[in-house]
């Protein structure tokens, strides 16, 4: 057993875990924050994904002790108060989730692929940056369709601040 | 996953002392391939040591000729790096291209080569560029480094520290990923060295790990021309042969790659 101490959302936290315990599970069992999902076993699918010092990660391919002292975001993390996150606007006003199950980690994916592209995102660049993302239900068209429509948007609350 | 102890180091020296101390100790590094390996039990070393946050294990330095990437480097930290863009980059063309965004804020260039998967794309570019492993104990060429599939000379403990590419002339890589992992089906990395030598090195290819090309040498030495590879037959004989593809449609694909990377390099 081990003390990890890490930010997850903005808040301190100390959390006493077995050392093969991986990051998702201490996000999900021990700070009940089941939003981070697991979809897969071999660490392919990217429902997982959060951020992790502003890089978006895979919180399943990641010990819980290598999360120490870094500054942690989940999908929990990312509305302000009772207003969505652009992401999460735009994925709801594009229909870019069926079931719902990947759309956790898609959305994290995709505000760090809004965050290194900027405004130059297109179609194709956002098709290729999510192949480490899998949905099930294949949805993938409306997922694009939201992630550019957020691009914008981010773009639009980025000059407003 | 079976139980462990988890240790991050705090320097190479105190990476070393603490692995020497555990009964069957695994270095960590971006973890992207020893952790799913973990946890479907594969793998259940008693100690593992991160070596992610050695500061000294970061880095990339350009210097003259040789570009200098420390083995605990992100490969998105080599693919954006304008250092790298500017002197190989086919180099940092072939970091953005491991495994999916993700993959690549973790994996690091260190963690690839000590594992040697004999599909990963990095392999392929030391031996391509004839770079130089450097290690807490010694300096291996890259002819000297690779010893077959997961298999490398680093000796128990031996933790790599930095790589050392020498800066060619030309240099491209391209390959043809398999579509589920991101790994190579096959990928070639073609290098003209300022002396004026051509070396090519193929991973995914061979049932012996990353290996050079000799064929594709030949041809290129007598002619840089993608075109040159034309007329060039790469025996299927020692390939790897599995449901993604048989020996002969990888033997095909050294040629289609090594003539695409020719390209590539302009």
């Not at chain 2, 930290?77 to 940092?92: G, M």
């Not at chain 2, 990095?122 to 560029?129: M, Q, W």
């Amino acid at each position: 057993m081990s003390t990890v101490k890490l930010t997850v959302n903005g808040k301190a936290v100390s959390v006493d875990v077995e050392d093969r315990t991986l990051l998702v599970h201490l996000l999900r069992e021990n700070l009940n924050l089941t939003g981070t999902h697991v979809g897969c076993d071999t660490s392919q699918c990217g429902a997982c994904v959060v951020h992790v010092d502003g890089r978006a990660v895979k919180s399943c391919t990641m010990l819980a002790g290598q999360a120490a002292g870094s500054n942690v975001t989940t999908i929990e993390g990312l509305a302000k108060g009772d207003e969505l996150h652009p992401m999460q606007a735009a994925f709801r006003d594009n229909h870019g989730l069926q079931c719902g199950y990947c759309t956790p980690g898609m959305i994290m994916s995709a505000v760090d692929i809004v965050h290194r592209h900027g405004g130059k995102l297109d179609e194709e660049t956002v098709r290729h940056e999510l192949e480490g993302n899998i949905c099930r239900c294949t949805g993938y068209h409306n997922i694009v369709k939201a992630v550019l429509d957020a691009a914008g948007r981010m773009k639009v609350a980025q000059a407003a601040e | 996953m079976y139980e462990t102890n988890y240790h991050r180091a705090s320097s190479v020296a105190d990476a070393a002392a603490t692995f020497a101390k555990g009964a069957e100790s695994k270095f960590l590094a971006g973890g992207q391939t020893l952790l799913p390996v973990m946890k479907q039990r594969l793998a259940a070393p008693s100690d593992v040591i991160d070596l992610s946050k050695v500061q000294e294990m970061i880095g990339i330095e350009v210097s003259g000729d040789t570009v200098t990437i420390k083995a605990a480097t992100p490969h998105y930290d080599v693919a954006q790096s304008d250092a790298v863009k500017k002197a190989i980059p086919a180099l940092a063309n072939l970091a953005s291209g491991i495994g999916d965004p993700a993959v690549r804020y973790r994996g690091t260039i260190g963690g690839s080569l000590a594992n040697n998967d004999p599909a990963a794309d990095y392999p392929a570019a030391v031996l391509a560029l004839g770079a130089v492993v450097k290690t807490n104990k010694r300096s291996i060429a890259a002819e000297d480094f690779f010893k077959g599939l997961f298999s490398t000379a680093l000796e128990d403990g031996e933790i790599i520290t930095a790589v050392s590419f020498p800066v060619p002339a030309k240099a491209g890589y391209a390959k043809f990923p398999n579509p589920a992992s991101r790994f190579a089906l096959t990928g070639v990395f073609v290098a003209k060295t300022k002396s004026g030598d051509v070396r090519v090195a193929a991973t995914g290819a061979s049932q012996s790990g990353v290996m050079r090309v000799a064929p594709i040498e030949q041809a290129l030495k007598a002619n840089w021309a993608a075109s040159a590879l034309d007329s060039v037959t790469i025996p299927a004989s020692g390939l790897l042969a599995d449901i993604h593809g048989s020996a002969d449609y990888r033997a095909n694909l050294v040629k289609v790659m090594g003539q695409r990377a020719v390209t590539a390099a302009g």
